[in-house]
């Protein structure tokens, strides 16, 4: 079946499998332009992408998403489903809302989307 790019035509989870990927990328593109070791890079970028460092993404970006973001991501908090046997199932479903958002944005509004990573990547250094 061949699925639309459309973000309106996709669901959360598939939004969300999209999201999860751009997320990683992101994660490996700001990790990338420090020098290190490959293993430490991996762990580095692991913790990043986890879920309970998503539900905390979501969590800081809440303030500012739009009325329509926030109800993306609870479509996409809705339908996460089971967590894994090691993990929390909130997390995990605040995770998924993070994801489908992210996902959403990277097909329908990048410059939106690189605002919010801006603001997360602010939030890590510390920077409001």
């Known amino acids: 079946m061949e699925t639309s790019g459309d973000p309106d035509v996709l669901g959360p989870l598939q939004l969300a499998w999209l ?3 751009v997320w990683e990328l ?3 593109m700001r990790y ?3 020098p290190a070791r490959s293993k430490f890079l991996h762990n580095a970028v692991v913790s ?3 879920a309970r460092a998503q539900a905390q993404a979501i ?4 303030p500012h998403l739009s009325d329509l973001e926030k109800d993306l991501v609870r479509r996409g908090r809705n339908k996460a489903g089971r967590a894994p046997k090691n993990g929390d199932a909130a997390t995990y479903a605040m995770a ?3 994801e489908t958002i992210v996902g959403w944005l990277f ?3 990048p410059q ?5 990573f801006d603001l997360l990547d602010q939030e890590s250094k510390g920077i409001k």
Not at 112 to 116: C, P, T, V
Request: proline share 0%.
């Open 59 to 62: 969590k800081d970006l809440q």
């Open 48 to 50: 990043e992408v986890q």
């Open 96 to 98: 998924t809302g993070f």
């Open 26 to 28: 992101h994660q490996r």
């Open 19 to 21: 999201g999860d990927a």
């Open 107 to 109: 097909l329908s509004d």
């Open 112 to 116: 939106r989307l690189a605002d919010l």
């Open 32 to 34: 990338s332009k420090r």
